[in-house]
């Protein structure tokens, strides 16, 4: 599975070039100077700063670091999250419903021709769809534990990774990640095996990161 992830999302996968070069031109710029790629600036003398929050082109920028200006470096951090998100939603589905429902989900999920579109260009929104499958993830690890003080701990650090991992999306697509979250919280009231002021701390804890 993961190799035909691999296969769907590197196979000439440069054939975009720059694909959107407003935020390549940005990548670039934070790969020469740390000023432009903490504000994510569309050119190296911080003259103005795109238009969108500056997670995903900070990842382009390190690569641009890494590997100099050219389309494998701009687009590598996409096709990368692609394989990283198909084998997270592997992992999340075969923890519970097993390992040819996983198999069956990972492929559904790479073979969606939007998917396959999304991680091979470098328009922000590969990175928030891995934070929200890594958020679902931990909220799902969360409602695993018993209701006990070792469980109770565990639980809700899984909940403040679940809280950070959409923080860290709202970097990347603002109120965009924010569209789990009433299903989050649903589930974790609903589902979680505690009494509901243990279930309201939780809640809080995972909203501070």
């Not at 084998?87 to 069956?104: D, E, H, P, Q």
């Amino acid at each position: 599975m993961l190799l035909a992830a691999c296969a769907i999302f590197f196979i000439n996968f440069t054939a975009s070039g720059y694909a959107n070069e407003f935020y390549s031109a940005a990548a670039q710029a934070g790969s020469v100077s740390w000023k432009a790629f903490l504000w994510v600036s569309l050119d190296s003398g911080n003259a103005i700063t795109v238009d969108k929050p500056p997670a995903a082109i900070w990842l382009m920028a390190l690569s641009v670091r890494i590997f100099g200006l050219n389309s494998f470096a701009i687009l590598l951090p996409e096709a990368l999250m692609g394989v990283a998100t198909t084998y997270l939603l592997y992992a999340t589905v075969r923890r519970y419903w097993g390992n040819w429902a996983g198999i069956v989900t990972g492929f559904i999920f790479m073979l969606t021709p939007v998917v396959a579109l999304m991680f091979r260009f470098n328009n922000p929104d590969a990175l928030p769809v891995l934070l929200m499958t890594g958020a679902t993830h931990a909220l799902l690890r969360s409602l695993e534990y018993a209701n006990h003080p070792s469980g109770n701990r565990k639980r809700t650090w899984w909940m403040v990774l679940a809280g950070a991992l959409v923080g860290f999306g709202f970097l990347t697509k603002q109120l965009q990640v924010l569209l789990v979250l009433p299903g989050f919280a649903l589930a974790f009231l609903l589902a979680s095996p505690t009494d509901m002021v243990r279930r309201i701390l939780d809640s809080l804890a995972a909203i501070l990161p």
